[in-house]
């Protein structure tokens, strides 16, 4: 069984940052993508980012690029969400999710975590 634990959200003024993490426990995540997404009030969840445990690639979206970075701590089984320039449009919560696959629809992955909310002041 995966348990993803995400947190690091809160209050930020336009142009501020935030860091944002996703703790994964119950196996060895080597061949796992784990990833990043979003969901404002009334809009349907979307893709913010993936990294792929294996060979370390990663993926954004259009809205996040030069922006946003999503990296690794092997060491703690844990991935990161630095998200730097951080815009109102930003404002959601905000979900880890895992699975062996990568895939930019949130349907794609069998595991979540229980979201953490990022407020994002004009």
């Known amino acids: 069984q995966v348990h993803l634990v995400d947190s690091g959200g809160g209050l930020v003024q336009a142009g501020g940052s935030l860091r944002l993490s996703c703790a994964a426990s119950?196996?060895?995540?080597?061949?796992?993508?784990m990833c990043w997404f979003r969901q404002a009030p009334g809009k349907e969840r979307e893709f913010v980012a993936a990294?792929?445990?294996?060979?370390?690639?990663?993926y954004y979206a259009d809205s996040v690029k030069g922006r946003f970075t999503i990296f690794r701590d092997g060491a703690k089984n844990t991935v990161y969400l630095q998200m730097n320039s951080l815009k109102p449009e930003d404002t959601a919560v905000y979900y880890c999710a895992a699975d062996r696959v990568y895939s930019r629809y949130d349907w794609g992955y069998s595991y979540w975590g229980q979201g953490t909310q990022v407020t994002v002041s004009s």
């Open positions: 119950g196996r060895t995540f080597n061949s796992y993508v």
């Open positions: 990294f792929n445990w294996s060979g370390g690639r990663t």
